[in-house]
Nanobody, 123 residues
Framework: QVLVVESGGGLVQAGGSLRLSCAVSGRTLNTNAVGWFRQAPGAERGCVAA???????FYSDAVKGRFTISRDEAKNTVYLQMDDLKSEDTAVYYC?????????????????WGKGAQVTVSS
């Protein structure tokens, strides 16, 4: 069984910070990639950050320089540190998990998903 649980969402003012957590059970991070995706109303789900099993990272142009993805292998948890938040970051954020050597930016690549965490940035 694989369980993916996001936490840490909430309401923050523009310019503020939040840290999302993605706790994974049933898979080890050293064999899996993890991606953070977001979906705003009326939009498709898009990747904002991803990390490979070896630690390689991807960031979308929209968040590069503001967001940081990281892993804590002991806790089997991936984090998304979000700084300098903007109103356009408002979305539901989802964590996906898939076995593989790389990082993956297409939602179709992921086998397991969390239920999502709402992030709302007020301006």
């Amino acid at each position: 069984q694989v369980l993916v649980v996001e936490s840490g969402g909430g309401l923050v003012q523009a310019g503020g910070s939040l840290r999302l957590s993605c706790a994974v059970s049933g898979r080890t991070l050293n064999t899996n990639a993890v991606g953070w995706f977001r979906q705003a109303p009326g939009a498709e789900r898009g990747c904002v950050a991803a990390i490979s099993r070896s630690g390689g990272t991807f960031y979308s142009d929209a968040v590069k320089g503001r967001f940081t993805i990281s892993r804590d292998e002991a806790k089997n948890t991936v984090y998304l540190q979000m700084d300098d938040l903007k109103s356009e970051d408002t979305a539901v954020y989802y964590c996906g998990v898939v076995r593989g050597p790389g990082y993956y930016i297409r939602p179709q690549s992921y086998d397991y998903w969390g239920k999502g965490a709402q992030v709302t940035v007020s301006s």
